[in-house]
């Protein structure tokens, strides 16, 4: 090593030194400190006491648990597929330039930068029982309900509503991150798919998604890593959808408190995520 | 490939742009509309309010007087007990005169203004260096600081809630309101730390590095290199991660009501009116007025920083 690199590598250690710090501190360590929490009985107001392994038996023989799993699993399926196709017919509608493409762009992308809070009481409206537009449009005008039902109130509609919350939110984020790959294709290669005799059809089959494959499998990655955590989204619109995360808020914060069992329920969770992220940083991630 | 040429296919084309912005923007319009409409008129489906009713937004901002609230005669006796100590008289007393109804808007936005604007700043500056460091220096363990960067960052608030929580409880400081602010003050810059650096990591590599080369030739130390070049070419995308930042740290619930929850003078936007609904003080106009009003600063924020963002140019490093 030379002075000059030494030099280069000192500087570049003091530089990153204070990310360091406060991602090692607050994000490390606290995930660390969470394995540990996970095997005490955790009172809220920080008092512990050894039980070993009783929080995950506990977790592992209830019910709710399953429950969540299955919610989180259909929500994740739900949100995961509708945002990787609306994003997909968005690239694929709004990739040639037209008059007014910014205009369009900026309204697409405003349900992404919205804050989830305002946002979700328009939903709340459009959805309620008795002033909302959609029973309205689906009983009074469309006649395919017989009566107005509160789908948020309902847990089994509201998870549906929730989904559709999502797709409404994220598909701006894979609209982007597809079209992107979108505008990089070739115009040879279509003008060779339309001289083989293929038809707009064929040439997206056989020119377009090849070329999306890849990008097709971060954007599905992406919303897996992103949607397994999802709180917000889901809480404030409904509360009654309980996924893992809600359930786990569930039993830090609320009722009968039990932090060692939430604490249980995110270690397992950080195992799943963290094979997605494994996933997305050996094979997607170039830095 | 749409057939754009035919006429028909125009009007597909201009029915499905249609539709899509009316998907997108109709729960906005909701918002708007039903905040500046008369409780007669809710129920009406139409977007368009029959008169205009801006109570709501006056109230908010604190352009109406708040009402007196009388003291019910009930509680009066209780108070005219001599018997009664006098702090627990005086505490009695504003329970029933503070004015329930009334919503602290404006106190709100600059606490939610505080807690954003302070972070972002700190995760600006913290993310310019660090992302410089791996971005241009080279030093062993750099890989691994790059990955660890990109997996902090997607891990999620949810995992961290009881560790943080457990840990500032061990420390003192979740029992103190100064201690829960400073908290979560420090959970905001790291959750936008990672995405800042992300985001600045990228744009740097981008920069030639012979511009700074030159800046050394002339004579400056890599610090004023930093300083004089490559901040100063940074600075659109600079502007937009401390927006970024600040858009996250505004949007931000699930911290805001683990930690201050039980404070109400220190509550955020996101928090004051996710309370605001599930109190008995419910009202469609105001929630939706209060929705709109938070929307505001976003939107404004978005449309600056919009023309940096467009054609994927973050490169799946988004946040969400």
């Given at each position: 090593m030379t002075p000059l690199e030494r030099a280069e590598a000192k500087f570049g250690w003091k530089l990153v030194a204070p990310t360091i710090l406060i991602l090692g501190l607050l994000i490390l360590y606290p995930l660390m400190y969470n394995v540990y929490l996970s095997f005490f009985d955790v009172q809220l107001n920080g008092y512990k006491t050894f039980v070993g392994l009783e929080n995950y038996i506990k977790l592992l023989t209830n019910t709710d648990y399953y429950s969540a799993i299955g919610t989180t699993s259909l929500y994740l399926l739900g949100t995961v597929v509708g945002t990787t196709l609306l994003g997909l017919a968005m690239a694929l509608l709004l990739k040639d330039p037209f008059k007014g493409r910014g205009l369009v762009n900026a309204a697409i992308m405003l349900p992404y930068v919205a804050p989830v809070i305002s946002v979700v009481f328009g939903w709340q409206f459009l959805f309620d029982p008795i002033s909302g537009v959609v029973n309205y449009l689906f009983v009074d005008v469309l006649g395919i309900w017989s009566e107005r039902t509160n789908l948020i109130g309902n847990p089994d509609s509201a998870l549906w509503v929730v989904v559709l919350f999502d797709i409404w939110k994220h598909a701006p984020i894979a609209y982007l991150l597809i079209l992107s790959k979108l505008v990089s294709v070739s115009r040879d290669q279509y003008e060779a798919a339309a001289i083989d005799g293929y038809g707009p059809i064929g040439r997206f089959f056989h020119v377009t998604l090849p070329e999306l494959y890849f990008v097709l499998a971060t954007v599905v990655l992406l919303r897996l890593i992103w949607n397994l955590n999802r709180f917000e989204d889901v809480y404030l619109l409904a509360p009654n959808v309980q996924t893992l995360p809600i359930f786990t808020y569930y039993q830090a914060?609320?009722?009968?408190?039990d932090q060692g069992l939430a604490a249980a329920t995110s270690v397992i969770q950080l195992a799943v995520l963290s094979v997605f992220i494994w996933f997305y940083i050996k094979k997607i991630m170039k830095w | 490939m749409l057939g754009k040429r035919t006429l028909t296919g125009r009007i597909g084309f201009a029915l499905a742009i249609l539709l899509l912005v009316s998907f997108s923007l109709l729960p906005f319009a909701q918002i708007l509309s039903t905040s500046l409409k008369h409780q007669y008129d809710w129920g009406n489906p139409s977007l368009i309010p029959q008169t205009i009713n801006l109570d709501a937004y006056k109230e908010l901002l604190g352009l109406t007087e708040a009402k007196k609230v009388e003291i019910p005669a009930a509680i009066q006796k209780i108070l005219n007990n001599p018997k009664l100590p006098k702090d627990k008289k005086e505490a009695i007393a504003a329970k029933y005169t503070s004015n329930e109804n009334l919503f602290p808007f404006g106190k709100y936005m600059l606490n939610s203004v505080i807690f954003s604007v302070g972070a972002a700043t700190f995760s600006l500056i913290f993310s310019v260096m660090g992302a410089y460091s791996i971005s241009r220096l080279r030093f062993k363990g750099q890989v691994v600081i790059q990955r660890s960067v990109l997996f902090v960052y997607m891990v999620g608030g949810v995992l961290l809630m009881v560790p943080l929580y457990q840990m500032a409880m061990n420390i003192g400081l979740a029992s103190s309101l100064w201690g829960s602010a400073f908290c979560l003050f420090l959970i905001y810059i790291v959750q936008t730390l990672p995405v800042g650096m992300y985001m600045l990591g990228n744009y740097f590599r981008g920069i030639p590095f012979a511009l700074e080369e030159a800046a050394m030739m002339d004579g400056c130390s890599r610090k004023e290199a930093i300083i004089k070049v490559v901040l100063p070419l940074s600075l659109p995308m600079l502007a937009t991660v401390f927006i970024y930042c600040f858009i996250i740290g505004w949007n931000e619930y699930l911290f805001a009501s683990v930690f201050l929850k039980q404070y109400p003078e220190f509550h955020t936007l996101p928090l004051a009116l996710q309370e605001l609904f599930v109190s008995k003080n419910a009202i469609w106009d105001r929630i939706m007025a209060a929705s709109m009003l938070t929307l505001a600063p976003i939107v404004i924020c978005f449309l600056f920083a919009s023309r940096f963002m467009k054609g994927g140019k973050t490169d799946g490093g988004v946040k969400g």
């Open positions: 914060f609320t009722g009968v408190i | -």
